[in-house]
């Protein structure tokens, strides 16, 4: 059960009542009172304390119920087992934002956890939405809104920054005084008992004092509802994420530390591409790319030029170019001619542009405005390094004129320490971001770029198949009656072939002559299986024959796989083999699916053997797949090039895989109950032809599924 | 033609004469003369300037031979149309060492490259070793040598920095002095016409004061020199390189820069690789490993534990700990109960160890020292952020405490911006290396360890084959005499069967009636192959065919291939058909070679088909190519677990395999004329059956051979 609405109170409160305000300076209710006094908020302050008159010179109420006025937003700071009743309070005072400081919960095991669910039960059934518990609190840099024990007030600026770490909170408000980084938001979310990232990512995507939304998180819960609020908000800001815990190494770490299940790094790497999501792998990285786009346009395209009095680092940041998914610009020959022009005989002409060692700021600036009313450029990188004639803050102040004059973004890299550091706050003041590596910049604008893909991806184009899931459903049902959860060939083909799959002709033989007919009515050559509930690995056991073209050869078979199987597996109920049509002629690929914790259903596609197995060259999709991520993630692999066919070679039918892709989705989408599944393999025939399931396993989880109903 | 000699004479001169000093202060003349008198240095200093009677103080004199004493080390900065003439009167004096400062030669084109070239001669013939052109200078801290025009002095330490970017050396320079970065030696290679990276190598290698040898460089000319020297500095000291100027667009910029061809990345990385040295990719990197070499111990082995006061920047680092070459270290149930001792219960006892927010020094230190003297343990990374009890300074006296009393490393990453400011400082006068991201510290962490490996590596183990070099050599001679380039299967089997490799049995067969004698001889099935000279794609004309089986089959096969080629091509010339052994039932592996500008043969392993063609896994080694790197480059290419066997399949002939790298080795050594090959297919049999290369074909190049000699 939650409470909906929007999270204005919480940022944009008329007042703001701290329950358990403190006289002791050492404690954190008095630092969260001291910090709503002295940033410049403007409304109501109503410290909570019922042993205290006064603190910092405010009135003091014993309970929030003696407060006659009316009441935006609670900050709670009472030890965890009085915080239950501060809720309660909150709901009967009617306030409805409520910040719980406050730590103890479910970070702390079974009894913290109970506890919680109680409280936010409670918020919940009173109308309080509920920020925490175990948070730092949160600051709103517009109206001077300090709810937080943050040793610091961040600068305004147009970063709004969320965190599931407190302590990351800390460190990065004190390192952004340092490099002159403002925020319009910073948000500690704690245990996310209430208001989570997908909460704040809808409140900010409309924040007007927002351009880009920065995240930290460990984990996530309602992983699809997360992607669609993500995919929506990207439409109107960049989000970029970083995500900790995600190796195993990382994932104990989360699991001992905010009780957070962390997903896999796959499902968050697939949700966060399938939703637009930009994800940073650094702390350096997430705050390069959030200063790149706190105040510059989006580029075009991937044409980066690169502007530098110093042939090292333009050649270092051409590698890295190279190395992102933008471009180094070719520069046209007007472009060149007035370079020419401008520049002496030594210089580079093209790009990178080498101004020379001697160049001072009025050459810089010729160069630059060539550079940038190129057509083919679409954003600069100038690098900086102080050399004898080097005018550094010219130079800065040069750069700062050319922003605006053409839609196209412009980094800068000032390398040096303090030579260039009055350059480098030139520009950083001016909205210019500026970086002290080249590769820095280089990566800041390739995020640019890769927002822009993100932001103009195309439709999902979801579809829907016709699907006899009634037929579907009587396979689980009769398994979950009999308690089986791994469906063999058998059922796993019938279900499947109820999602439009095309399996192989069969049918069941019970005996030799039984067999010799099917494979007559089927047509020769035939593939003879074992058909057993209790043999899933039927090669194992000598329970396969292939390519058998008589009657005779079908004969023998059959005996041979039946006595092999009352052999080695006496035990296993044995109902016959199965006589199958023999497909030959296409590539095999391996369609699978397994469930993941944050975000559901997970689609899986690779090439068939090797591929899978000893390269791991596969993608994966979270479930619903549409059209655009179906053929998407075929082009992932490297193997693709297999199924375009090599050399001239005819190309396999795609886009029936692509429909297999879908159907799958479609199919575990429908039954929550499947938690993994194996098409291997998936015979994909030449262009035009189709595509046939081979084989098929299903594993079931009734528990689960009860769970998440 | 080479002075040899120690450089001593640059680094630690008596005196120095300074030719073309100026009066000028703008003049880089007069910076180099004030550089070197207002830094310590003691020795004698000569301007020489025919114009000037004194310059800052010191008597000036016309020219060189006006000095009387004895001149150690000579700085030129002059124009360039009079550099010639100052290395003339260097020689003449006795002057064995000369600095280089002036541009406009090899850089500049054609015409520099000749007066370069001319300078260069006059001096080796007149004993004079020369740093440059084109460069910025050295310096040496350790007697206050500063013989350059740089406009600042770096600290004292125990990192040696060369560089091929003069201007790197200046941004470099600048903030170093921020960051607190200490230099022994600092060197501007410039145009690196005499004294290169192979020279520095090894005097660094030696010098007391350099505990690790950084540099960036853009293209090495005797590639095969600098990989033996690297190798061997390597033992006594760490060598960290970034390499500019790789990818195709950092390549066209350093062709634009210094004149120098930059060798492919693949072969800079394979050198690099061999010889030990560490590459950085970024500047970043190559200073943040710098400092962690510069003062601690190398780990003995890769186990890291992370001591931090804050989750998410835990998780971080233990997440990029899973992505480096080291392991999160397992903390015994000693280290974990001695942690139970001594930190509050809601503590973090396992790895990373979370000392909590609230942790004053003491807790740190309690912590640490638990945790550096666990056996498992081999390195520490101290994580700290700024929170209300955070006792920074403390914190950071008590890290130095720990050093030194193990033999293990010990890294910090503290946090924030000002809060932390003077608790880094400390840290690093301590020389405890310092990062204000948890990432920068695993990886610097993870460089130590791969100098351990690097410096650890097995003996290359060259192997010398028995060859028929003269029946090579014959084959070869008689394709120049002809001016053929290529060469194909029928020549290209012939010589590499002088080099041991084995070929399927095969004969010419002139007519159809030869043939079947031939597959006769040989054995059914064959393969029936076009011969001919301008033939080099055989199947491209129908001009194979496999698996016959019958004296009748190889009539009509010889007859089909005949006729093929003489409506397909009607002017190659034929030489009939080749009958082949049929051999089956290995795997297809290619081994290949290419000559790289830099480093010369680099030889090429692949498994064959798609896995070279679609998915480009393969490997690279500089050739001479040893049994340790022969088998380390087949397991560097995903798709080895193909030749292992997957699922219980029998061993492909992996020593067989190795062995024919080996060889080809050696092949592509003995004549350095063979400039391109393909092994394509070699079919490596099963364990103990060995390996036939089925087809080989060789590109030659008698002008660049000539031009090597």
Redesign the interface.
Known sequence: MKVSGSLNKFFNPASVAVIGASRDA?K?GH?ILSNLRSNGYAGALYPVNPNAKRILGLKTRPDMLSIQEAVDLAVIAVPARFVLDSVRQCARKGVRAAIIITAGFKE?GEAGYMLEREIIETAAAGGVRILGPNCLGLINTANGLNAS?A?LMPRQGSIAFF??????C???L??????GVGFSKFVSLGNKSDISEIDLLGYLADDPQTRVILG?I?GITNGREFMDKASEVVQKKPVVV?K???????A???S???GSLAGSEKAFDAAFRQSGVLRAH???DLFNFALAFADNPIPEGPGLCIVT????????A??????STAR?AELSPGTISSLRKNLPP?A?F?N?V?VV?DARAERYEAAMTAVINDPGVDGALVIL????MTEVEGTAEAILKLKGKKKKPVLACF??????KKGAEILRAGGIPTY?????GVRAFDALLRYRRAKERPEPGFRHFDADQERARRVISSARETDRHELGEKDASEIISAYGFRTPKSALARTSGEAVKAAIKIGFPVVLKISSPDILHKTDIGGVRANLRTPRDVETAFLEITSNAQRLMPSAMVWGCLAQEMVTGGKEVILGMTFDHSFGPMIMFGMGG?YV?????VSFRIAPVGVFEAGSMMEDI??F??LKG?RGERSSDISAARECIMRLSQLVTDFPEIVEMDINPLLVLPEGEGAVAIDARIVLDYFSFEKEK
């Open positions: 050492a954190v630092s702390t024990f040793p965190s599931q770490s407190g302590a990351l800390t460190a990065i004190d390192w952004s005084l340092v490099r930290y460990e970083m900790g815990g995600g190796t195993s190494a990382g104990r770490a989360a001992s530390h905010t650094t702390i350096e009095n110093a042939g090292g680092p333009g050649i270092i051409a590698d890295a170019c190279e190395r180094m030594t580079g093209y990178p080498d060692g390094t102080p050399q004898a390398m040096g320490g303090n030579s260039i002290p590596y080249p590769e820095d090797i197995e000893a390269l791991g060259d490297r193997s090039a297999l090599l």
